[in-house]
């Protein structure tokens, strides 16, 4: 006589997954702009400045993609949300319940990385970044972090997914001139830190536009390369932070 085998768990509850997502963001904005303020209490030398921040966040990408992806799809990024949404692969009530999650969680966990540092809880950044190179730069970064997801995804891979997301995002850091933001919603919550990770506010519109219009070109390159293939599920990223980046 065999023991039953386990029941699968049941889904989580749309509340859940959605307070999911908004943890998951926190987490993922507070070590990278706390990653960013320690770097510069650690060193003046801005290469290893940037090198630190880029470590930490590629360490939280995957653990944070690995714990929750089967929770919640670890999507963590709007511009991962809106593209599973584009390919009815998330429905529009759980898509406009998740970015406001996403982006709530983001601001949280910048407050929470000001104040671990002794910061006010909301500092607006001064850091301009928006030029033509860095808006350039962020269609890239977020057109090939989106392009990863999606294509093994497509392929049935979604276990190569969280190692995959980290080490692009650990490649973009250094190969992108913006120092691949990718994420609207980290790009929001990076408004709320004036620290070496922050962006101003005038700078967020025209990243955030960049961001949307680098996910449309991975929606149209993942098609083309892989017309045929079914998603598995959506399990996705980033910090993205944009996901991911963060």
Same mark, same amino acid.
């Given at each position: 006589?065999?023991?039953?085998?386990?029941?699968? $768990?049941?889904?989580?509850?749309?509340? =859940? =997954?959605?307070?999911?997502?908004?943890?998951?963001?926190?987490?993922?904005?507070?070590?990278?702009?706390?990653?960013?303020?320690?770097?510069?209490?650690?060193?003046?030398?801005?290469?290893?400045?940037?090198?630190?921040?880029?470590?930490?966040?590629?360490? #939280?990408?995957?653990?944070? &993609? /690995?714990?929750?992806?089967?929770?919640?799809?670890?999507?963590?990024?709007?511009? *991962?949300?809106?593209?599973?949404?584009?390919?009815?692969?998330?429905? $529009?009530?759980? #898509?406009?319940?998740?970015?406001?999650?996403?982006?709530?969680?983001?601001? /949280?966990?910048?407050?929470?990385?000001?104040?671990?540092?002794?910061? $006010?809880?909301?500092?607006?950044?001064?850091?301009?970044?928006?030029?033509?190179?860095?808006?350039? +730069?962020? *269609?890239?970064?977020?057109?090939?972090? &989106?392009?990863?997801?999606?294509?093994?995804?497509?392929?049935?891979?979604?276990?190569? &997914?969280? $190692?995959?997301?980290?080490?692009?995002?650990?490649? /973009?850091?250094?190969?992108?001139?913006?120092?691949?933001?990718?994420?609207?919603?980290?790009? &929001? @919550?990076?408004?709320?830190?004036?620290?070496?990770?922050?962006?101003?506010?005038?700078?967020? @519109?025209?990243?955030?536009?960049?961001?949307? *219009?680098? #996910? #449309?070109?991975?929606?149209?390159?993942?098609?083309?390369?892989?017309?045929?293939?079914?998603?598995?599920?959506?399990?996705?990223?980033?910090?993205? +932070?944009?996901?991911? =980046?963060?």
């Amino acid at each position: 006589m065999t023991a039953a085998a386990d029941p699968a $768990p049941a889904p989580l509850s749309l509340g =859940r =997954r959605a307070l999911v997502e908004g943890l998951g963001a926190a987490t993922l904005a507070a070590v990278v702009i706390g990653s960013g303020v320690m770097a510069t209490r650690l060193s003046d030398d801005v290469g290893v400045q940037l090198l630190m921040n880029a470590i930490a966040t590629v360490f #939280a990408l995957f653990v944070l &993609i /690995a714990a929750l992806g089967g929770l919640s799809g670890a999507h963590l990024n709007p511009a *991962v949300t809106l593209v599973m949404l584009a390919l009815r692969r998330t429905g $529009p009530v759980d #898509a406009a319940v998740y970015i406001p999650a996403q982006v709530a969680g983001c601001l /949280a966990g910048a407050a929470l990385a000001n104040l671990m540092f002794g910061l $006010p809880v909301v500092a607006i950044s001064t850091t301009d970044r928006a030029e033509p190179a860095t808006l350039l +730069a962020e *269609v890239v970064a977020t057109a090939g972090l &989106i392009a990863v997801i999606l294509l093994l995804a497509r392929q049935g891979r979604d276990a190569l &997914i969280a $190692p995959a997301v980290a080490a692009y995002i650990g490649a /973009a850091y250094f190969f992108t001139s913006s120092t691949s933001f990718a994420n609207p919603a980290i790009t &929001i @919550g990076r408004i709320a830190s004036d620290t070496f990770a922050g962006i101003a506010p005038a700078s967020a @519109g025209p990243f955030i536009v960049a961001q949307l *219009v680098g #996910a #449309a070109i991975a929606v149209g390159v993942a098609l083309a390369l892989a017309p045929r293939a079914a998603m598995a599920r959506a399990t996705t990223a980033a910090p993205p +932070a944009e996901a991911a =980046r963060a």
